[in-house]
């Protein structure tokens, strides 16, 4: 976090227009006028504070710390602002270039390597992390309307979230850059950090609302409305567990709605749910166990000696321990298996003790929700491997709280969906970029589980609420980047349906007429991309687009029916759109009418010759050639589509945005989910994007269909609730088998 002693100001940006600098100063003055008293009462509580553990603490280190920190504090406050505002307006003169601000917060945190970063180090950097999560989850549609006119300030494309100079993730930062310069320990730093995250979160809307209106005042996209785009629910959506139905309480819309702005506050209401729980279930399981192991029932049965709650916890306390456990996760009878064995162990008597019933069916039908589990979760992932972690402490809760079977919403339940979900959907390792930041957010929340669980319920909420905000962030980040890729294939779809359509008038006229290499080269090169910019920009049926023809006609015409002066300037106005110099331009124009060519200004060289100009017509760059890749030729043959394929093409026409398509990558059979996040019926085009809004290789529907009817696609189906709640829907329809199988087996009496 050390300053470098020149620090750029908003006037070294001689690249920025004089206007754009002007606007960025005075949302800098802005951003000084509206964070002064906010920060001014984080100091008055932080004050407070101070001396408040000083007075609460019977003498000795703490107290002693206490004070020197409270008078540090006074030493160091007059200063704050000016630092933290230094530091500020680093961000903005940094804005757009390629030393993102989103850099110098890694920087100043440790990077994104967080397994490399000193433990008391990651304490800052995730209260920092959580402060700047909370203040875009509560204002996250003003930052993302700030980012549109930041990019327009400065020309350029949309500003991500994390480089917005006056973003959530900059003031974090700069926040504990400036908090260094205090003098206070780490642990009043975290105690400041804290107080920074109350008095913020409270201003977050009003303060980036304030930003956004001087920007709309100035005329910088006045008319801007917001649009979010909401994802469609995936067949492995990410989304917090709600219950079916129930009222509607202040907690429940806390924790159910992704756009709300309220803060985030734990669960401590449950509402049951109507499926059947373990004393429904006894009768079904009894008949399982009898059905697959008669003489063990049996046994177990004849057997008057129980195991006790704390025999069981004790046994499963030492399970949770051993790093064997740790390897995959168990099978259910393996589970019981490696249970009982535990409790023989540490058995004084000779009989062995066996499960109490209740006991015995929470067992059996944890073992049973795995085992369904295993078959939703990809087996080249890690979310089996965090199953495996889990497996014990959500046995142990099972075992003293059978509300984790019948509540939807359990803490427990939800912590699994949670993990479970999040590592399916958004870690998928066949993606270039594997997001190493999110699994280590997944792999620290079950650590944390594993190690400090030991009854108490509020390790499991705080677990399951620290997760479910970092997975609004990145959901919303994915919304983000999906809509931007939309507009990009929106974009490159009407480019190359503006590029076939001039290519086509221009084939059209040049059809049997003879003309000089140098005119046909203009009008195939440089005169298409002048139509497309035309079409792209007045359309079809435009004044403009109408001149552009009339000027290939009379190109083309007779030299005795056209006007060449206005004619050449007609011609110089279009090819200097597309990209030509004015003087290139002009000797091009003036060739391909015949005329005498002008001396080059300030220059003895002569001028360029016709074959000259005609090889740079032939080999220059297209607009926006690489982003829009290759026009479609329209005289290549395709293979026509058999039944089959037109059938699968029609189904995936009929498929709305957001429709989630399985595709498998390799002869091994692996899998990946991919988004269809726009397309367009009648070109054929067709955008997929992974969970995280990045796109995929590109595809047409025609190409999708082929695959389709050769079964290695499919549509995914649209499901209903959560992983957990879909396994044990399943692990109920399974028991009620034998129950049917029992019924049909059954001699008539």
């Known amino acids: 976090m050390n300053a470098q002693p020149t620090m750029p100001t908003l006037a070294d940006r001689s690249d920025l227009a004089p206007r754009a600098r002007h606007l960025l100063a005075q949302q800098l003055a802005e951003c000084d006028g509206l964070l002064e008293p906010l920060l001014r009462n984080v100091l008055d509580d932080l004050e407070h504070e101070l001396l408040k553990i000083a007075a609460q603490s019977s003498g000795g280190r703490v107290q002693h710390e206490a004070m020197e920190a409270s008078k540090e504090l006074k030493r160091s406050r007059p200063r704050f602002q000016s630092r933290l505002m230094a530091l500020l307006e680093r961000r903005f003169a940094a804005v757009g270039q390629s030393e993102a601000p989103a850099e110098d917060a890694e920087d100043a945190h440790g990077g994104k390597e967080l397994s490399l970063i000193d433990p008391h180090e990651f304490d800052e950097t995730m209260a920092l992390d959580d402060l700047s999560t909370r203040v875009e989850l509560h204002a996250g549609n003003a930052i993302f309307d700030l980012c549109r006119r930041y990019a327009v300030l400065i020309a350029s494309p949309p500003l991500e979230n994390d480089c917005l100079p006056s973003g959530p993730h900059v003031l974090a930062a700069v926040l504990g850059e400036a908090a260094a310069d205090l003098g206070i320990e780490r642990d009043h730093r975290l105690l400041f950090y804290r107080l920074c995250d109350r008095r913020l979160y409270g201003a977050a809307e009003s303060f980036y609302a304030r930003l956004n209106d001087h920007l709309k005042e100035a005329g910088i996209l006045a008319d801007l409305r917001s649009y979010l785009p909401k994802r469609a ?189 999040t590592a399916n959907l958004w870690l998928d390792r066949s993606d270039d970029k594997f997001d190493t930041t999110l699994n280590h957010r997944l792999q620290r929340s079950v650590k944390r589980v594993v190690e400090e669980y030991h009854g108490d319920l509020g390790v499991i909420q705080e677990e399951a609420d620290d997760l479910d905000a970092h997975l609004k962030l990145i959901t919303r980040r994915a919304e983000i980047a999906e809509r931007r890729q939309v507009e990009a294939a929106q974009g490159r779809d009407r480019l190359q349906d503006a590029r076939t359509t001039a290519a086509k008038a221009i084939g059209q006229r040049l059809a049997g007429r003879k003309t000089t290499p140098l005119v046909r080269a203009l009008l195939e090169n440089a005169w298409s991309d002048t139509l497309t910019l035309t079409l792209l920009r007045e359309g079809e049926s435009s004044e403009v687009y109408r001149r552009r023809l009339a000027a290939a006609d009379q190109l083309l015409g007779s030299p005795l029916e056209r006007d060449d002066t206005r004619l050449a300037a007609d011609l110089n106005h279009g090819l200097m759109q597309v990209g030509l110099q004015e003087t290139e331009a002009d000797q091009i124009t003036r060739y391909a009418l015949d005329l005498p060519q002008r001396p080059v200004p300030h220059s003895t060289a002569p001028p360029p010759s016709q074959t000259e100009l005609l090889i740079r017509l032939k080999s220059r760059h297209k607009p926006a050639e690489d982003e829009a890749g290759a026009p479609v030729e329209p005289t290549k043959r395709k293979l026509p589509l058999t039944p089959s394929e037109r059938r699968a093409l029609d189904t995936l026409k009929s498929q709305p945005f957001g429709t989630w398509l399985e595709f498998i990558i390799n002869q091994q059979g692996q899998k990946v989910a991919r988004k269809i996040a726009w397309h367009n019926p009648v ?65 008539a009496t």
Request: proline share 9%; glycine share 6%.
């Open 233 to 421: 629910s995936g067949p492995r959506q990410v989304q917090p567990e709600a219950p079916a139905a129930a009222p509607e309480t202040p907690e429940s819309a806390a924790s159910v709605s992704p756009s709300d702005s309220a803060p985030i506050a734990p669960v401590t209401n449950f509402t049951p749910s109507t499926v059947p729980g373990p004393q429904e279930l006894h009768p079904l399981l009894e008949l399982r166990r009898h059905a697959l192991h008669a003489d063990a029932a049996a046994v177990a049965a004849q057997s008057a000696e129980f195991a006790s709650m704390p025999a069981l916890q004790d046994a499963l306390a030492a399970l949770q321990a051993l790093p064997s456990r740790r390897t995959g996760p168990q099978t259910g009878e393996r589970l019981s298996d490696d249970l009982m064995a535990e409790l023989r162990r540490h058995s004084p008597g000779d009989r062995p003790p066996q499960l109490q019933p209740e006991h015995r069916d929470a067992v059996d039908l944890i073992g049973l929700l795995y085992d369904q589990l295993l078959t939703e979760t990809r087996t080249e992932g890690i979310a089996q491997q965090l199953l495996a972690n889990l497996q014990v402490p959500l046995l142990r809760i099972a075992l003293s709280d059978s509300n984790f079977f019948t509540v939807r919403n359990h803490p427990a339940r939800r912590l699994l969906n949670l993990v479970l979900e």
């Open 683 to 747: 070109s054929g085009r067709c955008l997929l994007v992974n969970a995280r809004g990045a796109a995929a290789p590109e595809r047409t529907l025609e190409q999708i269909a082929r695959m389709m009817a050769r079964g290695q696609v499919r549509v995914m189906p649209r499901q209903d609730g959560g992983m957990i709640d879909r396994a044990w829907n399943a692990l109920v329809a399974g028991l009620r088998k034998f129950s049917r199988t029992n019924e049909t087996t059954v001699p």
